[in-house]
């Protein structure tokens, strides 16, 4: 597909904000909100930003990699730019929702692209019961938190706390304990993307959790309702040769 107009949005690391320099003066650009495509110079950090940002745009954003990590970011290269822009191929997410109840009776709404994770605020560990779609899988589990991702998240916070590591584009959602005590053996489940998912605080008022959904974070909550918001569709653009599959299995069997 050509796009008409582009759009280089940079992070803050040196080396990003002159990639952009450069390539706005190469290349052209208008403002992200005229754009018909979007190149996000930076890491996974920015490029999470940037799908926040454009979360109401129906505008796909192609990442290059000016960051540290970059799984989510192809590689950086000035040259042919529109050629590689026009035989990218898009990766189709949807983020999580997140319901949330507080001890003061307050009621709140975010929305999550990588994960939305549960965290003690005490130095006493959590308690939370666990549903999925309605029934009760887990009455108590004891721990620092718990979180569910989704596939563009598992290989941040959730991988860090040994979740799996999901394909983009697959239907599945990770639920992963946080330095779970009891049940000690349990390392977590793998979730259809459609099921609805809430977590009970038990003890609530003296075992404190928050709640946070990328950036947003609800303290002192009693319960959270998590599911996929499929009324945003956000649409990454990857290289041909950038082999995502192979990148996955990399990092599953990375020491």
């Known amino acids: 597909m050509n796009y008409r107009t582009i759009a280089f949005v940079n992070g803050d690391l ?10 706005r003066k190469r290349y052209g650009h208008v403002p992200p909100e005229d754009a018909d495509i979007i190149v996000a110079l930076g890491g996974d950090g920015f490029m999470l930003q940037t799908l926040h940002r454009c979360i109401d745009r129906k505008v796909p954003i192609y990442g290059m990699n000016r960051g ?6 192809n590689a950086f290269d000035e040259e042919n730019l529109p050629e590689r822009l026009a035989a990218a191929e898009p990766i189709n997410l949807n983020p999580l929702r997140m319901f949330v109840s507080d001890l003061n009776g307050n009621e709140h ?23 999925v779609d309605g029934v009760i899988r887990m009455e108590e589990i004891i721990c620092d938190g718990v979180l569910l991702s989704t596939p563009a998240g598992s290989t941040a916070y959730n991988n860090a706390v040994h979740g799996p590591i999901i394909p983009l ?16 053996r349990w390392r977590g489940a793998l979730l259809p993307s459609t099921a609805a998912v809430d977590f009970e605080i038990l003890e609530a008022e003296v075992r404190k959790v928050s709640a946070v959904a990328d950036f947003t974070e609800v303290r002192d909550v009693t319960k959270v309702s998590i599911v996929q918001d499929s009324s945003h569709e956000l649409t990454l653009l990857f290289d041909p040769e950038h082999n995502l599959e192979e990148r996955i299995l990399r990092e599953q069997f990375a020491l």
Not at 68 to 73: A, I, N, P
Request: net charge positive; glycine share 6%; no cysteine.
């Open 14 to 23: 040196k080396r990003a904000k002159e990639a952009g320099e450069r390539l």
């Open 68 to 73: 540290s990590v970059g799984f989510l970011m």
């Open 109 to 131: 709404q975010a929305i999550a692209i990588n994960e939305v994770s549960l965290l003690r605020e005490t130095r006493m560990a959590a308690k939370i019961r666990i549903m």
């Open 169 to 184: 584009g697959a239907d599945v959602l990770a639920l992963t304990p946080i330095a779970a005590f009891r049940p000690r």
